[in-house]
């Protein structure tokens, strides 16, 4: 027979405790089913807005709070206004976070919001030629003897210039 289990104040490391016959599976299922806090942050422009969006993202739900990180702290301070109304949204949407979630707390860091495909692209542009490297005068020879024909010779360095610099 099975054995009544209280499953409110059971921990994953209380269930070694017990054999596999004496826990209903049903009652595993609903202990061991999970909020999937990526759902959060993929709803997180419906339930907050585009712009908003932006510069604010769902970090963690730690305790009864519901961490925000923001982009500076005046996003943090504004959206505090509209707290009630943000739960109320994610409860419209979330339902089973509604005895999870009793306060917002926010947290700034610039750092996460920053576009990390700019300094990758930075990262891998080749270095420029140093006027002593072979590679740059035999590219400039190459430049000399194609614009060799214009007369204005600010024109004419200029695009020696620009073709010095795309090789």
Known sequence: MFKKIEFKGLNYKELDQYETHDLKRENMYSFYQTFDFLELVKK??????????RVTSPLKIMGDNLIIISKHSSYSQN??????EIKQKIFKLFPELRSKIKKI???TQESFFEDKSISIEKKQSPAKLHPQDPKYKISKLEAERIFS?????????????IFIQSK
Do not use: V
């Open 44 to 53: 997180w422009p419906e339930i907050i807005g585009e712009n908003l969006s």
């Open 79 to 84: 959206i505090s206004f509209l707290s009630e």
């Open 105 to 107: 707390n926010f947290m």
């Open 149 to 161: 024909h214009l007369e204005d010779q600010e024109l004419k360095d200029l695009l020696i210039s």
